[in-house]
């Protein structure tokens, strides 16, 4: 199943993708909410709430004609890793962590599919990170590693886009990543039950301008999903509609020689084999 979140007078509404199609959920069964993180809090059977949609007369809308927004506009946390690629921990100039460089962005930073990333007007250093989104679908607490992927509905493309130098102006990276408009989201939600376990074995490559800059396996992470959503609820609990974000893969800008930042202009694409394609271009901001 395949999900995406649009927007319809300005309010975001789920969809259900098929082909080039999304049928509003709402609108075939009024019963479901609207919003995507609200439906699993609510524990909504979207599964076959899809197959009622898909039985019913409601409208068929071209995706290409929708303004979509974040596959989850508002999602609970967001719990990001830095460093869990080992070519990126290497061209980082760092050894594999002893545990994950966890960091949090806010809902404020985030960005639609086709939307405009805004580089700041206080910095040039604007760099690129390719990574795998994965929603939380379940409450959990101290989850067996065994267990943990029991937690994920789904998993969704993301540009984990840094504002470098803010970013390295502090031991912890929190500024650098929620300056707004930097946090790519979408444009789908492919269900867990459509992909390997955890998502791994997928091809996941970033380009700019058409270029390849990154390219490489989700297997390649440090932690995989079930390791990292095990540590996660060692700490806390993951509930409904919180998102993690897994890290990305060696060829960021700032590793380069010399650096590449993305400017005015610029587009740069997220693709995870069996997920789809994230498009952003990127705009100064005035």
């Given at each position: 199943?395949?999900?995406?979140?649009?927007?319809?007078?300005?309010?975001?509404r789920l969809g259900l993708v098929e082909g080039d199609?999304?049928?509003?959920?709402?609108?075939?069964?009024?019963?479901?909410?609207?919003?995507?993180?609200?439906?699993?809090?609510?524990?909504?059977?979207?599964?076959?709430?899809?197959?009622?949609?898909?039985?019913?007369?409601?409208?068929?809308?071209?995706?290409?004609?929708?303004?979509?927004?974040?596959?989850?506009?508002?999602?609970?946390?967001?719990?990001?890793?830095?460093?869990?690629?080992?070519?990126?921990?290497?061209?980082?100039?760092?050894?594999?962590?002893?545990y994950p460089w966890f960091f949090y962005r806010g809902?404020?930073?985030?960005?639609?599919?086709?939307?405009?990333?805004?580089?700041?007007?206080?910095?040039?250093?604007?760099?690129?990170?390719?990574?795998?989104?994965?929603?939380?679908?379940?409450?959990?607490?101290?989850?067996?590693?065994?267990?943990?992927?029991?937690?994920?509905?789904?998993?969704?493309?993301?540009?984990?886009?840094?504002?470098?130098?803010?970013?390295?102006?502090?031991?912890?990276?929190?500024?650098?990543?929620?300056?707004?408009?930097?946090?790519?989201?979408?444009?789908?939600?492919?269900?867990?039950?459509?992909?390997?376990?955890?998502?791994?074995?997928?091809?996941?490559?970033?380009?700019?301008?058409?270029?390849?800059?990154?390219?490489?396996n989700t297997s390649d992470m440090i932690w995989n999903?079930?390791?990292?959503?095990?540590?996660?609820?060692?700490?806390?609990?993951?509930?409904?509609?919180?998102?993690?974000?897994?890290?990305?893969?060696?060829?960021?800008?700032?590793?380069?020689?010399?650096?590449?930042?993305?400017?005015?202009?610029?587009?740069?694409?997220?693709?995870?084999?069996?997920?789809?394609?994230?498009?952003?271009?990127?705009?100064?901001?005035?």
């Amino acid at each position: 199943m395949k999900l995406t979140t649009y927007l319809k007078n300005g309010q975001p509404r789920l969809g259900l993708v098929e082909g080039d199609n999304v049928i509003d959920f709402n609108d075939a069964q009024p019963q479901v909410p609207s919003d995507l993180r609200q439906a699993l809090r609510d524990g909504v059977d979207l599964a076959a709430a899809a197959g009622a949609a898909h039985e019913s007369q409601a409208a068929r809308m071209p995706m290409a004609s929708l303004q979509l927004a974040p596959t989850l506009p508002e999602p609970g946390k967001i719990i990001c890793l830095g460093l869990n690629y080992y070519d990126h921990a290497k061209e980082s100039g760092r050894d594999k962590p002893d545990y994950p460089w966890f960091f949090y962005r806010g809902a404020s930073s985030l960005l639609a599919h086709d939307g405009q990333a805004l580089r700041p007007r206080n910095s040039v250093k604007f760099d690129y990170e390719a990574e795998l989104a994965v929603v939380i679908g379940k409450r959990g607490k101290h989850v067996a590693e065994q267990d943990a992927l029991d937690l994920v509905f789904g998993y969704s493309c993301f540009n984990d886009i840094s504002v470098r130098d803010y970013q390295k102006r502090t031991p912890q990276w929190t500024i650098g990543k929620n300056f707004d408009a930097t946090g790519g989201f979408g444009p789908v939600l492919v269900t867990a039950d459509e992909l390997p376990a955890g998502a791994s074995g997928l091809k996941i490559q970033g380009r700019l301008n058409g270029e390849v800059m990154q390219d490489a396996n989700t297997s390649d992470m440090i932690w995989n999903v079930a390791e990292t959503i095990a540590l996660l609820t060692d700490c806390l609990t993951l509930e409904p509609g919180d998102l993690i974000v897994m890290g990305t893969p060696a060829g960021v800008g700032q590793s380069r020689t010399p650096p590449v930042w993305m400017k005015d202009g610029d587009r740069f694409e997220v693709e995870i084999e069996g997920i789809g394609t994230l498009v952003n271009t990127i705009i100064d901001e005035a």
